[in-house]
């Protein structure tokens, strides 16, 4: 029989290897053949009856930039900053150190790739992350590998939508909404409805931010990608740019990339109003999409779509694999998922899946690349089930 003095020793030495273990592990590097720099800006941005903000009045919107740089970093950075990493360690049922020793490949303020022509042939990419969290560091494998193939991101955070963020340059950490809110439909549709404000605001800051400091980044064409409410912003967006003439003029959508969000008003036929985008939409589901009765909005949209589009589910993930998250669960000695509402598919395999679907969709509306995981089910990737599509007149 084990004493109980030695079972606690056995319990801090298991606590202090793993911490070891954990101590300046890097997460995935990205795939790309460029390296990747990072910056953020802070969009002063009003949104009036922000349900989030304390005095329902938003203010400022943070903007995290992802680019390709051929300046190799000078030395690992901390993946999280200590108070998202403090927030989601005791959340996820990790010990101390296994988030906050985490360290990244990223290049602050690296000097971004030259372009010749001066401009970017890459689309910028406009990312939005999950509703209320994880915020857009916690997306810090997908986005940084689009990057090393050449794309610029622009990532948004509301500001106290998300449980926490950090202002650059010395600015404050803002804590939002707890991991833990409730939500309902109304809140849901408050923050889809301020998640295009956002972007309107983003599209309208963006090229003249860039003139002025001389970035080779593009500011006429644009991609939109996001998971969850801020996947279905990126739709809501691409439909105002093809049905609203002038809302975004000199600035061409090329399509947009859901990543298990389901649609809100006016954008399926369960409620008010049907959107018929009429321009590429690529919607990449968790498991939970087998499923109609959890989510309806996703077969009633593709009915209404008379342009391209593709819906696939990626067996084994769950809702938050689209995020950093799916990683997060490799990171216990025992291989164990102490996060919830992630799958079974291993984390190398799913950032693989993510990286490839995403840059077929975007290569193919940028440069006209043959899309062939598109097209259908695929050999390389028999997890993606292929479950629908057209072809329309918006085609790709």
Not at 37 to 46: C, S, W
Not at 113 to 136: A, D, E, K, N, R
Request: glycine content about 10%; overall charge negative.
């Amino acid at each position: 029989m084990v004493k109980p003095r030695l079972t606690m020793l056995y319990y801090k030495a298991f606590l202090l290897l793993f911490s070891v273990q954990t101590l300046c592990k890097g997460i995935p590097k990205p795939t790309g053949p460029y390296h990747v720099g990072v910056t953020q800006h802070v969009l002063p941005h009003t949104t009036p009856h922000d349900v989030t903000a304390p005095n329902g009045t938003g203010a400022s919107i943070l903007l995290t930039f992802f680019y390709p740089s051929l300046h190799l970093p000078p030395s690992p950075r901390k993946y999280l900053t200590p108070q998202t990493a403090a927030l989601f360690e005791p959340a996820a049922n990790y010990p101390p150190g296994t988030l906050s020793n985490l360290t990244s490949s990223l290049h602050l303020s690296a000097p971004p790739l030259p372009s010749t022509p001066c401009t970017s042939t890459h689309p910028t990419l406009i990312f939005q992350p999950g509703g209320t969290g994880p915020p857009v560091e916690v997306y810090q494998i997908l986005l940084p590998s689009l990057a090393s193939h050449g794309y610029t991101i622009a990532a948004l955070d509301h500001t106290y939508e998300q449980p926490f963020v950090q202002y650059p340059d010395g600015g404050p950490g803002i804590y939002g909404l707890p991991l833990d809110v409730q939500l309902n439909a109304t809140f849901d549709q408050a923050i889809y409805d301020f998640r295009l404000s956002d972007t309107d605001a983003f599209l309208e800051f963006y090229p003249a931010w860039v003139r002025q400091l001389g970035l080779p980044f593009n500011t006429s064409h644009y991609g939109l990608l996001g998971h969850s409410i801020g996947g279905a912003a990126a739709v809501g967006v691409l439909a105002a740019s093809r049905n609203e003439a002038g809302r975004y003029e000199g600035k061409t959508i090329l399509g947009a990339l859901n990543y298990d969000g389901g649609f809100f008003e006016g954008q399926a036929s369960v409620v008010p109003g049907v959107a018929d985008v009429g321009a590429p939409v690529l919607l990449m589901g968790s498991e939970a999409h087998y499923n109609t009765t959890l989510d309806p909005t996703w077969e009633s949209f593709t009915a209404a779509q008379t342009g391209w589009w593709r819906e696939v589910v990626v067996n084994g993930s769950m809702h938050l694999d689209y995020s950093d998250i799916s990683f997060w669960k490799e990171l216990t000695p025992d291989g164990k998922v102490m996060t919830p509402e992630v799958g079974g598919i291993g984390s190398a395999r799913m950032e693989e899946i993510k990286s490839v679907y995403t840059r077929a969709f975007f290569d193919c509306l940028s440069f006209g690349t043959e899309p062939t995981v598109l097209h259908g089910p695929s050999e390389m990737f028999p997890e993606v089930n292929y479950i629908g599509s057209g072809n329309g007149t918006a085609s790709v």
